[in-house]
């Protein structure tokens, strides 16, 4: 699977538009991206995936660009429960087991 | 079920022990995988059933890991001769199928803390 990179960390405003940005400029034709996001002494839970075009879902948009180099995490209205660790992922169509390869993520501090 | 749950949630043994960790999936979901996390890292993976099956067990990282899911639906990991270094949290996932769109849906965690 591509490696993905990310801020290890960024601070948000309560109210304010999170965007959290992620670098796979090695990703390959198949591979879809894919946010998680862990709070703490919780699971991880899934936010979003997509493949080429731009999604939304009521956590989250996801921005792909054009050459599917990096993509951008948009959580539209930051609140303080969306402090968490930010995990951008690149799953292989090709990934015998399709398991999740997690990196660092970026810590998000949504701040009042 | 309402969601992926793991037992116990939290688990000291002392050194030299053995420990089963136990998984019980979304209900329907074929796919169940096995992750751990250490303090300040992302979860790796350890092993993926599909069915009953282990379909890829190799992020195991070595003979006193074992996992089994006699009936397709839970799942026990076993560890031997537990280390202070398996100290960290056991994460369960499962997902509908094994497909690569297929969500993972994740549990809360076991703590392993190996003294």
């Known amino acids: 699977d591509a490696k993905t990179t990310q801020p290890p960390s960024m601070d948000c405003a309560e109210g304010r538009a999170a965007n959290l940005p992620c670098n796979h400029s090695?990703?390959?034709?198949?591979?879809?991206v894919y946010w998680y996001r862990q709070i703490h002494s919780q699971g991880p839970q899934y936010i979003i995936h997509?493949?080429?075009n731009n999604e939304t879902n009521e956590m989250a948009s996801l921005i792909i660009t054009e050459d599917r180099k990096s993509s951008t995490l948009i959580l539209p209205h930051a609140t303080l429960r969306d402090t968490a660790v930010y995990y951008c992922?690149?799953?292989?169509?090709?990934?015998?087991?399709?398991?999740?390869?997690f990196g660092g993520g970026t810590r998000l501090m949504v701040k009042p | 079920g309402a969601g992926v749950s793991q037992t116990p949630s939290n688990k000291v043994t002392e050194k030299g022990k053995y420990v089963e960790l136990r998984c019980d999936p979304i209900?329907?979901?074929?796919?169940l995988y096995w992750y751990r996390q250490s303090l300040g890292q992302g979860p790796e993976f350890l092993i993926y059933?599909?069915?009953?099956?282990?379909?890829?067990d190799s992020g195991l990282p070595n003979d006193r890991f074992f996992a089994v899911r006699p009936e397709g639906s839970v799942s026990t990991l076993k560890i031997q001769r537990t280390e202070r270094g398996d100290s960290a949290v056991y994460l369960c996932?499962?997902?509908?199928?094994?497909?690569?769109?297929?969500?993972?849906?994740f549990g809360p965690g076991t703590r392993l803390l190996v003294l």
């Open positions: 997509g493949l080429k």
């Open positions: 059933f599909q069915g009953t099956g282990a379909a890829d």
């Open positions: 090695t990703i390959s034709g198949n591979e879809y």
């Open positions: 996932a499962s997902s509908l199928g094994g497909g690569e769109e297929e969500t993972q849906y």
């Open positions: 209900s329907g979901h074929t796919a």
């Open positions: 992922i690149v799953r292989s169509l090709n990934n015998a087991g399709n398991m999740l390869t």
